[in-house]
T-cell receptor, first 113, second 115 residues
Framework: DAKTTQPTSMDCAEGRAANLPCNHS???????VYWYRQIHSQGPQYIIH???NNETNEMASLIITEDRKSSTLILPHATLRDTAVYYC??????????????FGAGTTVTVRA | GAGVSQSPSNKVTEKGKDVELRCDPI?????LYWYRQSLGQGLEFLIY????????KSGLPSDRFSAERTGGSVSTLTIQRTQQEDSAVYLC?????????????FGEGSRLTVL
């Protein structure tokens, strides 16, 4: 899997949009960008994934640059419950390896009232 | 509930004892995964079960670790002769392999402390 780089931490004001960057300059053409988060004392939670088009679901939006070397996860209206560690990973979703997830340190997002 | 269920949520044991951790996946999910997460660290893959296929055990750190999945549903992770370095949160996840989206649904984990 390609390496990703994320900021160690960031703060966000409640009710505002949180924009979480991720660099993946060595991403290959068939690798997807996945985002998970882990709220304290809970298991990781899938958020969203995409290949090259921007994606949106009920939790977040994913913006991928045209060259696919970086992406941004957007939480449109952050709440205190969004405080968590956010992990960006890139991988090929195939039968042979799509379970061998390994997360790095991620970005610790703290939403403040 | 409809999520992945793990038990016990917390386990404290003495070095050298055996422990068993249980995972109930989401009903209908054919794939089941075990991971562990040491304090302040990222996620480490341990083992993967898919239907009746032979499990992928490539992530198990030593032969003290084993896992089984009975009837294609419940799974048990067993750690024999526990060591202090085994202390971690053990996470189970399940997914619908047929969807192949990489979505994994995690349980809340079993926190193991080896004294």
């Amino acid at each position: 899997d390609a390496k990703t780089t994320q900021p160690t931490s960031m703060d966000c004001a409640e009710g505002r949009a949180a924009n979480l960057p991720c660099n993946h300059s060595t991403i290959s053409g068939n690798e997807y960008v996945y985002w998970y988060r882990q709220i304290h004392s809970q298991g990781p939670q899938y958020i969203i994934h995409g290949l090259k088009n921007n994606e949106t679901n009920e939790m977040a939006s994913l913006i991928i640059t045209e060259d696919r070397k970086s992406s941004t996860l957007i939480l449109p209206h952050a709440t205190l419950r969004d405080t968590a560690v956010y992990y960006c990973i890139v991988r090929v979703p195939s039968r042979s390896n799509d379970y061998k997830l390994s997360f790095g340190a991620g970005t610790t997002v703290t939403v403040r009232a | 509930g409809a999520g992945v269920s793990q038990s016990p949520s917390n386990k404290v044991t003495e070095k050298g004892k055996d422990v068993e951790l249980r995972c109930d996946p989401i009903s209908g999910h054919t794939a089941l995964y075990w991971y562990r997460q040491s304090l302040g660290q990222g996620l480490e893959f341990l083992i993967y079960f898919q239907g009746n296929s032979a499990p992928d055990k490539s992530g198990l750190p030593s032969d003290r670790f084993s896992a089984e999945r009975t009837g294609g549903s419940v799974s048990t992770l067993t750690i024999q002769r526990t060591q202090q370095e085994d202390s971690a949160v053990y996470l189970c996840a399940s997914s619908l392999r047929s969807r192949n989206t990489g979505e994994l649904f995690f349980g809340e984990g079993s926190r193991l402390t080896v004294l």
